[in-house]
């Protein structure tokens, strides 16, 4: 009896020492994936000229407004000021996929990417979106498909803001863990740069036979940043994948771009029911978008 109180007692220490163990090691596997949320925007920007070069200064004073018109002539909405405008895109000629469907004051500018040298890297492309007092930036590098995004501080300076290297830089550019849990990738899903009717007049001044904001086609796509999880991709395969990526978000609801990356040009696109196009295989991409959780 007394062996089997002895053996009894073994066993228990023996399963608490495991268990302790167990929880040790599943700590330290918790650690090494845990997020850094003390990097600061500096850190990112520098790991992102690492890939890209060096960063240019991002002035919404060097952006394009983007043109808000109804048949051809320039239209205001309520209250007259920059941003105000409508939720029905039937208001204005080219409809922003989402948001106010048509609004008045948004900016989109294009920077050519650097090389150490200051010379012009075609290899990389800043585009920068100018709304609502705000400075958004996407860097990418069109070999590779490294992408990054960066953001203003709210009430930031959208027309002066340090570039790396210049004080108050960390002041000024939001970190990586704040951009990050916007979920940008969440709407740049199927790639980094969003075509829909309003920004897509807007032609690139030292090239105007091609788009301000570049096509990036099928290419690879990543997103550089411990802090910023991957775009989900999908290996379903049937008459839509071959020229679209999958875009799973509802955020597109004043523009058809439905769950598929759609290309210009966009003629006639509001009044075209693509409802009973490929219904199938539209069907089992939603599906596949549900699975995901993105709402």
Known sequence: MNKMKKNTVILIVFGILSLIFIIESCAEKSHDITIDTSRTALDHAY????????????????????????????????????????????????????????????KVGRYQGLNADGTENPDVVFITFCRDGGLGVIG???????????????????????????????????????????????????????????????KNPADTAELLVPFTGNNPYSIIGQEFHQPHTTDIQNSCTPCHRPQCTQHFENYPLDELKMPPPFENATEFDHSNISNADRQAIRDWCKTLGLQ
Do not use: R
């Open 47 to 106: 790991e992102c000229e690492a890939v890209m070069g060096p960063l240019p200064k991002f002035s919404c004073a060097d952006a394009i407004e983007v043109p808000a018109t109804k048949n051809g002539i320039p239209v205001t909405f309520p209250g007259g000021e920059e941003g105000n405008g409508s939720t029905n895109p039937n208001d204005c000629d080219n409809p922003w996929a989402f948001g106010m469907a048509c609004q008045t004051g948004n």
């Open 140 to 202: 990418h590098k069109l070999s590779t498909g490294e992408t990054c995004f960066f953001s203003i501080v709210d009430n930031g300076d959208a027309n002066n803001s340090p570039k790396p290297g210049e004080d108050g830089y960390n002041d000024a550019w939001m970190t990586p863990s704040v951009v990050a849990a916007d979920k940008c990738q969440n709407c740049h899903m199927a790639s980094p740069f969003l075509h829909t009717p309003a920004v897509d007049q807007l």
